[in-house]
């Protein structure tokens, strides 16, 4: 009896202890903010800043900061949500630089950032997509020619299949010269042949399958051809550079589903709305439809799709047509002619 009292006057004198203790407030660690600053984008704004945006207000140190190939000496600012880089000198224009950083939030939370940004580059040619096929075969490969307007530099442009905030491959330019009248035409499946390079100093220097004599070619590394019904390309200055030009193409309707207004999936609804954020492409409704987009039903590897010979651009898929079979026009200026089924 004796022992069983005692056995309860310690269980009792421990409840007491622990029911005398604090309680941790769990709250405060909810309302915490847990997570890091979310990387936003890059802005190349000029040959000597370069500003790096998040999603919440940031501090960084300058020891924190490392970029290859090495750049004229500078320094970082952050200010709100923005990391400004100002640097000395010139970057390279169109030079890709790798960055690692680290930020910190006001809460203390880190994130570390690497990323690839390219120099600035302020002699960009006036350009269109011109011409392009999605409906590629082994002899034909899907290809994107770009007219060029005016003279510039390529460097550091890039062309999406999809767009900036969405893309499935892409082809960031080299530097190159060009002059109005220019074609480059960009490769969109790839073969492995060793021919298969980006030219700078001769129009004949790639013998890839279909590079042209009379056009500057490049090649999109490990290329798999366009979706062949339902997509979008867009051209851009440099990532997360500003718009140039962009194309629809679609052989849905808002009828094909009751999901994604017609588009089929998410991704392609989204880009689409994207393009038309950039007043890249034109909508006959209040929101972009598959049916505003260029149908590509009868194209084939040879029957491409275009623009007039003038390369007109109004942002609709009234400046289009597909020509007839073999009058693909690829670094040639483009066929009026049209196919008939």
């Not at 011109?130 to 460097?155: C, K, M």
């Not at 598959?290 to 194209?299: C, H, V």
Request: proline share 6%.
């Amino acid at each position: 009896m004796l022992k069983i009292n005692c056995l309860t006057l310690i269980a009792g004198i421990l409840l007491l202890s622990v029911s005398c203790s604090p309680l941790i407030d769990y709250r405060q660690l909810l309302e915490r903010d847990m997570q890091p600053p979310a990387f936003l984008g890059i802005d190349v704004e000029s040959p000597e800043t370069v500003h790096i945006l998040f999603s919440e207000k940031i501090s960084a140190d300058d020891e924190d900061t490392f970029i290859v190939p090495k750049p004229p000496s500078y320094s970082s600012t952050a200010e709100g949500s923005q990391l400004t880089l100002t640097f000395a000198g010139n970057l390279v224009s169109g030079e890709a630089y790798k960055i690692k950083t680290t930020v910190k939030d006001s809460s203390g939370n880190t994130m570390t950032l690497i990323q690839t940004f390219y120099g600035y580059n302020p002699d960009i040619p006036q350009v269109v997509i011109n011409e392009f096929t999605t409906q590629g075969s082994s002899s034909n490969p899907d290809r994107v020619e770009i007219a060029v307007l005016s003279e510039g530099n390529t460097a550091g442009m890039v062309l999406y299949e999809g767009v900036d905030t969405d893309w499935s491959q892409r082809k960031v330019f080299p530097p190159l010269s060009v002059v109005s009248g220019d074609f480059i035409i960009v490769h969109f499946k790839s073969t492995g042949d060793p021919g298969e390079i980006d030219e700078h100093t001769s129009k004949t220097e790639s013998r890839g399958i279909r590079a042209a004599d009379d056009a500057w070619d490049f090649w999109v590394e490990g290329g798999t051809g366009l979706s062949g019904n339902n997509g979008t390309i867009s051209l851009f200055t440099a990532p997360y550079g500003p718009f140039i030009d962009g194309v629809l193409y679609s052989n849905r309707t808002s009828e094909s589903d009751e999901k994604y207004r017609g588009f089929g999936s998410t991704r392609v609804m989204d880009e689409a709305d994207r393009l038309y954020e950039l007043s890249g492409w034109e909508s006959a409704g209040s929101l972009i439809a598959p049916e505003d987009g260029i149908n590509p039903d009868d194209s084939t590897a040879t029957r491409s799709m275009c623009r007039n010979s003038a390369s007109m651009d109004t942002d609709k898929k009234s400046d289009w047509h597909i020509v007839p079979t073999s009058t693909s026009s690829f670094g040639r200026i483009n066929s009026d002619e049209v196919y008939t089924p």
